[in-house]
Structure formats: structure tokens, C-alpha cells
T-cell receptor
Framework: GAVVSQHPSWVICKSGTSVKIECRSL??????MFWYRQFPKQSLMLMAT?????????EQGVEKDKFLINHASLTLSTLTVTSAHPEDSSFYIC?????????????FGDGTRLSIL | TQLLEQSPQFLSIQEGENLTVYCNSS?????LQWYRQEPGEGPVLLVT?????EVKKLKRLTFQFGDARKDSSLHITAAQPGDTGLYLC???????????FGDGTTLTVKP
């Protein structure tokens, strides 16, 4: 149980392109979803927290106009990297939680490797 | 901002050796999770600990939660190459709306 599907796994695109990443909870309702960015051999860096039906809460230093997050249903959240540039290349991971209480286990997708040429 | 310190950052050992990874904070956790992540994949939940002094075992992995709920450890007995990966602890604090992740421990077990 508690499966999270993230799509696509890999994206390679030209600079200036906008890229959408989907995160779906397959067998549970995700009250809260999180979006992370991860650099090689480093820990997860939280970008934003999204609750179904409300605006995402972005971490300090994360541009909300650059990284658009939509959480329109209890099973789907999307992250759109707008006008992507090479410095946006990274591994992006989503996770989902069945509650919005702090400290609850998160179920992670398998990540999206984004490469901007 | 709550800080969660994880140590060591890197660990390279031979198959069959034992190891311990530590996760410490100056604040009290409401709960704590340990995850393992393999390259190119998302983290996988190993365990959640909630009660101070709690000990949980998962095959060769033993997880301890400190009595004061400010620290935790992960002990692996007779490590195997399949244990290789990035181990992450994540703590929830009662006055925060999200979990905080440690910097991770990259474990390499050589055959």
C-alpha cells in the first residue's frame, strides 16, 4: 500500500521550455504533498508543501512564479518548472502524506531527473 | 528553524561489519522516520518511532528513539552490499507543519 507514482522519470529539454511533473497517490488520499529538490549525494531540500484545494506554501528562497504547484485533487499534485534553464537541472522528488500533521510518514515517488540543455 | 544533525555523513565498510548512524536535534520530536534511498529512486520508509525509549527491529536493522525524543540511532548488524544507500532521518516537531530531514548518511558496503 501507499504507492506514489511520479511521472516522467526523465526529462531532457531545451532552455526556455516549461516542464510539468505529475505526482499521484495510487491507493490512498493525499491530504498533503511535498516537493523536494535533491543534488547529487545530498539530502532532500524541501521546495514547497501543498494541501489539496489551497495554495502551496513555498520555502524561503524558492520562486513561486518559477515553480508552479497545483494540488487540485486528493490524488494528484503537479509541479511546473516554467522557462527552465540549465541551473534548474536537478532531481525532483514528490512525496505524499495521508494527513497534514507534522511528523507523519511520507510516501515518496521515484523522482524526476530534469536536464535542461 | 529546527536543525537535525545526522552523522556520519559518509561511511564505507566491509561486508559483515556493524555500523551505527546517529540523528540528533536540540528540539523534541513528535515522531521520527528513517528512510533509505538508492541512486535514482525516491526514499523508502523504513520505520517510524514515536515513543521515547522505543526500540524497533527490522531484520538486521535496529532503530532506537532517545528517552527525551531528541535523538535516534540506526544500527545495522552484519552489513551487506544490499544495504548500500543514502539513509535519511526525518523529524516532526509539534510546532511545525512539516518534517525536517537530516543531511543523510551515504553508506557503502563493500563485498
Amino acid at each position: 500500500g501507499a504507492v506514489v507514482s511520479q511521472h516522467p522519470s526523465w526529462v531532457i529539454c531545451k532552455s526556455g521550455t516549461s516542464v510539468k511533473i505529475e505526482c499521484r497517490s495510487l491507493d490512498f488520499q493525499a491530504t498533503t504533498m511535498f516537493w523536494y529538490r535533491q543534488f547529487p549525494k545530498q539530502s532532500l531540500m524541501l521546495m514547497a508543501t501543498s494541501n489539496e484545494g489551497s495554495k502551496a506554501t513555498y520555502e524561503q528562497g524558492v520562486e513561486k512564479d518559477k515553480f508552479l504547484i497545483n494540488h487540485a485533487s486528493l490524488t494528484l499534485s503537479t509541479l511546473t518548472v516554467t522557462s527552465a534553464h540549465p541551473e534548474d537541472s536537478s532531481f525532483y522528488i514528490c512525496s505524499a502524506s495521508e494527513t497534514n500533521r507534522a511528523g507523519q510518514p511520507q510516501h515518496f515517488g521515484d523522482g524526476t531527473r530534469l536536464s535542461i540543455l | 528553524t529546527q536543525l537535525l544533525e545526522q552523522s556520519p555523513q559518509f561511511l564505507s565498510i566491509q561486508e559483515g561489519e556493524n555500523l551505527t548512524v546517529y540523528c540528533n536535534s536540540s528540539s523534541v520530536f513528535s515522531s521520527l522516520q528513517w528512510y533509505r534511498q538508492e541512486p535514482g529512486e525516491g526514499p523508502v520508509l523504513l520505520v517510524t518511532v514515536v515513543t521515547g525509549g522505543e526500540v524497533k527491529k527490522l531484520k538486521r536493522l535496529t532503530f532506537q528513539f532517545g528517552d527525551a525524543r531528541k535523538d535516534s540511532s540506526l544500527h545495522i548488524t552484519a552489513a551487506q552490499p544490499g544495504d548500500t544507500g543514502l539513509y535519511l532521518c526525518a523529524g516532526g516537531y509539534t510546532n511545525a507543519g512539516k518534517s525536517t530531514f537530516g543531511d543523510g548518511t551515504t553508506l557503502t558496503v563493500k563485498p
